[in-house]
């Protein structure tokens, strides 16, 4: 009797941690996924300490920001957030896995901005790609390309 | 005989620095094999080469593109069929070069190159020429020994 109860316990184990595996490689893409979820809500709640944790602060680490005038590479860390009040919200989040270490996330941001003196509202879509790298075992930017997608 | 000696000793010296410095080397030659498949876009693209772009993408439903002012296209098959309308044109009707590639080796054979592109594009009827550039981004991984591209994000630059 004692033989069959620690024989089904073991079965029980055993399914468990399958389980916890499966769970862990799908947890990869969710916390992927996680960077750019904290990058719309860093923007919007214009919380610089959240955005800054998102990056890798490396010369290494670029990105082209969205402008509709021209915006050529930034090479390196740079400390801030956006100076204007802009509210983000993310659609269509959606991560590829390239390796244990190495992920690339592509998504949509709706953009509202505020201008601050009329407090007019204009609205704009942005497409946006994040390379994200595991570094320390925790997902961050190493590159970001951002641009309008024109709605016309 | 001593002299020998010191001979052998110095062959060995040069023999452990020479494999101390491969690796650098080799690092070097990942980039330039990254760069290689950029220059190979373009390439392709000036030659109306559709056979050339295509083989430079990876043949897998994740691999994904951001073309200039368009929404996402997923799989090779859906970016490679995108990528063909810009094929019809004649040859010599669209000139494309690479400006200021920058390249960022990443762990797990991945690599991302930056650049500009610059495009002129001429009117084969009134000879008329427009010009375009492009910021570029692509996520290019090596799979089977061959630099391949995974993701790429195109989008406009003004001309002022």
Redesign the interface.
């Known amino acids: 009797m004692t033989k069959k109860i620690i024989q089904l316990l073991s079965i029980i184990l055993a399914i468990c941690f399958i389980c916890i595996g499966a769970a862990g490689a799908a947890s990869s893409e969710d916390e992927a996924i996680q960077v750019m979820e904290n990058f719309a809500k860093a923007i919007s709640t214009k919380n610089s300490e959240l955005l800054s944790s998102l990056y890798w602060h490396s010369p290494?680490t670029?990105y082209?920001a969205p402008s509709?005038?021209?915006?050529?590479?930034t090479?390196g860390w740079l400390e801030g957030g956006p100076g204007v009040d802009i509210s983000l919200s993310l659609h269509?989040p959606?991560a590829?896995i390239?390796?244990?270490?190495?992920a690339?996330l592509?998504g949509y941001h709706t953009a509202v901005v505020t201008d601050p003196e009329t407090k007019q509202q204009s609205t704009d879509l942005i497409?946006q790609?994040l390379?994200v790298?595991k570094i320390g075992g925790k997902w961050l930017i190493?590159?970001e390309?951002a641009?309008?997608?024109?709605t016309k | 005989m001593r002299s020998k000696i010191l001979y052998g000793f110095m062959i060995a010296f040069i023999l452990c620095l020479s494999l101390y410095e491969a690796p650098s080397a080799s690092a070097a030659s990942a980039e330039e094999e990254v760069l290689q498949v950029e220059n190979n876009w373009i390439k392709a693209f000036n030659a109306m080469d559709f056979g050339l772009m295509s083989s430079l993408y990876l043949r897998a439903d994740?691999t994904?593109s951001?073309p200039?002012?368009?929404?996402?296209y997923q799989g090779w098959d859906t970016i490679t069929a995108m990528l063909k309308i810009n094929f019809q044109s004649p040859a010599g009707t669209l000139a494309w070069t690479l400006h200021?590639p920058?390249i960022?080796m990443?762990?797990?054979?991945?690599a991302?190159l930056?650049g500009y592109h610059i495009v002129i594009s001429t009117d084969p009827k009134t000879n008329a020429q427009t010009v375009d550039?492009l910021?570029v981004?692509r996520?290019m991984?090596k799979i089977d020994g061959k630099w391949l591209i995974?993701?790429d994000?195109g989008?406009?630059?003004?001309v002022?």
């Open positions: 290494k670029s082209f509709k005038d021209g915006a050529f590479l090479q269509h959606q590829t390239l390796s244990d270490n190495v690339v592509t497409r790609t390379v790298q190493v590159h390309h641009s309008f997608l024109p | 994740k994904s951001f200039p002012n368009d929404l996402l200021n920058q960022t990443l762990p797990d054979n991945t991302i930056t550039q910021r981004t996520v991984q995974v993701h994000h989008s406009g630059l003004p002022k």
